[in-house]
Nanobody
Framework: QVQLVESGGGLVQPGGSLRLSCAASGSLFSIDLMGWYHQPPGKQRELVALIRSGGSTTYADSVRGRFTISRDNARNTVDLHMNNLKPEDTAVYYC?????????WGQGTQVTVSS
């Protein structure tokens, strides 16, 4: 069983920055990938960014160039650095980890971008 704990959400003005962090614990034999999804109000959960064990990354078109995902394999953490935030980035952000082929989710952290 894998536990994921997110931190770093909050309220920020348009154009501002936030950093989300996620720490994984539990049965971490082999973490295939970690990443972030978000669920805007009234919409489905969707991919924001992923980083694989080898370091390759995938970003949603809407955040490419503004968000950066990074991972510390030794500490089993993944961060999402969000810059130039827009109101449409407002969502609950969920950490995701794929460990030996099984996916796990964090509880979610709210990010609100508003003036």
């Amino acid at each position: 069983q894998v536990q994921l704990v997110e931190s770093g959400g909050g309220l920020v003005q348009p154009g501002g920055s936030l950093r989300l962090s996620c720490a994984a614990s539990g049965s971490l034999f082999s973490i295939d990938l970690m990443g972030w999804y978000h669920q805007p109000p009234g919409k489905q959960r969707e991919l924001v960014a992923l980083i694989r064990s080898g370091g390759s990354t995938t970003y949603a078109d809407s955040v490419r160039g503004r968000f950066t995902i990074s991972r510390d394999n030794a500490r089993n953490t993944v961060d999402l650095h969000m810059n130039n935030l827009k109101p449409e980035d407002t969502a609950v952000y969920y950490c995701y980890a794929l460990v030996t082929g099984i996916g796990s989710w964090g509880q979610g952290t709210q990010v609100t971008v508003s003036s």
